[in-house]
């Protein structure tokens, strides 16, 4: 998935020379990641602890990272994207789930070939380059993925799959053709993405003026999930709120009237409003100048301008168009419309910030409070007539500087007068209704998604055009055992060249084929799928990643759906996350999997050096919460790789400890070691659970620190305490630093990984603070004690102090006149 390339690369090397402690000298019991980090990598390989597990009875974590496209050397931000996902992973292992944590490419789209136009290589030979050089990155973070399920997106057994998927969803009609405005480059003579046209709407490539054509292609319906896209953002409750609200905007539900505007000559003018409550300050109308009625309406003087307006709005997009601050453009087209509710004649204008596909293309303008309008009025000279007495403060036309916007009470309304905006919207539309001249509408800003490229490196669009049997050109499927269609070999000279026809036009034998229905000549469709296809449902095929009877198999989208923890860059909020989730209604309605919605919770996140790879996880998961941005610091990294270092020495001093038991009764040198320990459990287990993975590494450090200030003691159960402290502290770095920790483990006697190992729970008696016993005097007399935490002040003494019985009946009839606090000693009360 095309993230943002955030500048340094892992350097390759990643490793310090063997036998070389991190202060340089060479001793032989020196921290030495050069010799743990292979070691362990090539056992946990062996072993296939990374694998999903198949436990019917484990609970189960599916953690996914969103996929890469593989561009060629990680960067650091990859590397915080997948050591989150993996942290996790490796967590919910020791807790005894079964996780599914899988790896793909997605490795189709724009980049891919407009690099292969560049450089005339085939864009299949630079993705296998880049998938190595990715993975050897992967491997040396030691990222604990189940390469079993790993999904390449280029590959016809991946893609073969959109294309069934295309043609079900035609079969549904949540696939449909449309016509629609594209940017079309007379230049390179064909279409072209909207980051390829520049701000002066020129090609990037040929410096030619960039047209807008209307032309065929595939869309998806959908518009017709927004209101269950919505309703599903309400059970996202562990998605950061920017993301929902940022769905909500985009999928922004909008609801209103529609009502008509008689045109004398016969025939009406249809509009949609919020604000029906203003229908008697409504002045004129304006519609959008690509209108269909516009070229009936209007006057035969002011059609050129209207056409001379349409010409100069071809090349601005919705939001330029519509945005409050943009310069309004309008042209009067001499035309008239009655308001229904007043009765008067009211001109028709055109305006550049009415858009021809959102409601029905048509406003009623209502200048007095609507600030567009208010603007557009202002400028044109039209009339501004109140209708909404503001409930705080006042407003008038005269003077005004902007419009009264706000929701108040009708003036000037008739009937209606009186009645606040949403009684009369309520009324009005009711009377719309029963005049049979409107009704109450819901508009949704979220339009269909139209997904067929003119290019090469997507999936084939499974559609062949038949003259004899289709000759609308409707398209026919091709046969579900056809698929997959597959991308013909090219040669890249003669078809990637960025000109004349898509790509895939100019390749004969992939062209033509015979028609599925009659057998005669055919052609197939030449367009193919937006990438975003590919990642709507890789999640999925995760599942079931080798399956060729189906996309993947029911029950195991019942064992592992949802995904439990999706990581992920945050500039993919609206489209991915949003057609991935459709995507997935779409799949439930077709029984392929059991759940609405396709991930619980959702981390987006605002980014190595020869230490190894533990100190360089350690790291980016210790500089700060997940959300928050992140700037690499050398010094840190050193701090971490100091932080490992000391935790070796302190493991090293205690090796003749290992494995010894503990006895039932401990001296209290050993208990101060054993409640460390358990603090420390406790800790870490917490800050896991709330995913604050860099508080769970500060609580290690701390231990460290606590540890070391321990008096030196010796004995059977100190001993005892110490192999149990150092197995522990091994179990909390083993997400972070999973070497170091099953290295630390495997001298503490554990046989096999960390990851397979239960995580041990900490003794809830243990991590209680110490107390401190207070004497309670009354007038200097003792009358009680109190026990509190060590660390209470005389707001938590006191209240239990008053509260004890025989403390209490001194107070009988007398006035607490003074009250003195002695800490970790006596409270005393004065009275009299
Ligand atoms: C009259 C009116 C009076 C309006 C008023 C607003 C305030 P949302 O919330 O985005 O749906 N509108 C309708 N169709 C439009 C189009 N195709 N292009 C541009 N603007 C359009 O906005 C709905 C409001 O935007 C509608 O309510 C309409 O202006 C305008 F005091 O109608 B209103
Ligand atoms: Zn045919």
Known sequence: MGSNPIPPTLPSDTASAPGTSPSGGVDPRAYDPARIEPKWQQRWAASGVDRAGHRPAAHKKYVLEMFPYPSGNMHMGHVRNYLIGDVLARYYR???????????????????????????????????????????????????????????????????????????????????????????????????????????????????????????????????????????????????????SMQRNWIGKSEGAELEFALPAGGAIRVFTT???????????????????????????????????????????????????????????????????????????????????????????????DQRDFLFAKKYGLPITQVIAPIKGEWQVEGAENASTEDGTLVASGAFTGKTSAEARVGLTAEAEKRGIGKKTVNFHLRDWGFSRQRYWGTPIPIVYCEKCDPERKGIPVPLEQLP?????????????????????????????????????????????????????????????????????????????????????????????????????????????????????????????????DTARLYVMFAGPP?????????????????????????????????????????????????????????????????????AIAGVMETLNSLNELPAASGADVDGAWNEALRAIATCLSPFAPHFADEVAELYGVKESLQGAPWPEFDPKLVVDDTVSYAVQVNGKLRGEVTVATGSGQAEVEPLARAVDTVKAQFEGKTVKKVIFVPKRLINFVVA
């Not at 009625?293 to 006057?299: D, G, M, Q």
């Not at 937006?530 to 890789?538: A, C, I, R």
């Open 94 to 244: 020791a807790r005894g789930f079964d996780v599914l944590h899988p790896f793909g490419w997605d490795a189709l789209g724009l980049p891919a070939e407009n690099a292969a136009i560049k450089d005339q290589r085939h864009p299949a030979e630079r993705t296998a380059e880049n998938i190595v050089t990715f993975n050897s990155d992967t491997q040396r973070l030691a990222l604990s993925y189940d390469w079993d399920r790993e999904v390449n997106t280029s590959d016809p057994s991946y893609y073969r799959w959109n294309q069934w998927f295309f043609i079900k969803m035609l079969e549904r009609g949540i696939v449909y053709r449309r016509t629609s405005r594209v940017n079309w480059c007379p230049g390179c003579a064909t279409v072209i993405a909207n980051e390829q046209v520049k701000d002066d709407g020129k090609c990037e490539r040929s410096g030619d003026i960039v047209e807008q054509r209307d032309m065929p292609e595939w869309a998806f319906r959908i518009t017709a999930y927004a209101e269950q896209l919505l309703a599903g953002l309400e059970t996202l409750k562990e998605w950061p709120d920017r993301i929902t």
């Open 627 to 695: 959300e928050n941005d992140f700037d690499w610091s050398d010094k840190q990294v050193e701090g971490c790789s100091r932080f490992l270092g000391r935790v070796w020495k302190l493991v090293q001093a205690h090796l003749s400890s290992a494995g010894a038991p503990l006895p039932a009764e401990v001296s209290p040198a050993a208990a101060a070691i054993r409640k460390i320990a358990h603090k420390c459990l406790k800790r870490v287990t917490e800050s896991m659970e709330k995913l604050s993975f860099n508080t």
């Open 275 to 369: 604000r029906l409550d203003t229908i008697f300050g409504c002045t004129y109308l304006v519609v959008a100048p690509e209108h269909p009625l516009v070229e009936k309406i209007a006057t035969a003087e002011q059609l050129p301008k209207i056409r001379a307006l349409v010409a100069e709005l071809k090349n601005q997009d919705a939001a330029t168009r519509t945005d409050e601050k943009a310069e309004k453009k309008g042209v009067d087209t001499g035309a008239f419309a009655i308001n229904p509710f007043t009765g008067a004649k009211v001109p028709v204008w055109v305006a550049n910030f009415v858009l021809a596909n959102y409601g029905t293309g048509a406003v009623m303008s209502v200048p007095a409070h």
């Open 485 to 613: 269609v597959k991308l013909p070999d090219i040669d890249v000279k003669a078809v990637l060249t960025g000109r004349g026809e898509p790509p895939l036009a100019k390749v004969p034998s992939f062209v033509l084929t015979t028609c599925p229905k009659c057998g005669g000549p055919a052609r197939r469709e030449t367009e193919t799928m937006d990438t975003f296809v590919d990642s709507t449902w890789y999640y999925a095929r995760y599942l079931s990643p080798r399956d060729d009877r189906a996309p993947f198999e029911r029950a195991d989208a019942d064992r592992w759906l949802p995904v439990d923890v999706y990581v992920g860059g945050p500039e993919h909020a609206v489209m991915h996350l949003l057609y991935f989730r459709f995507w997935t209604r779409v799949m439930k309605e077709m029984g392929l999997v059991g759940v609405d919605e396709p991930v619980k919770r959702l981390i987006t996140q605002g980014i190595v050096k020869k230490h190894g790879a």
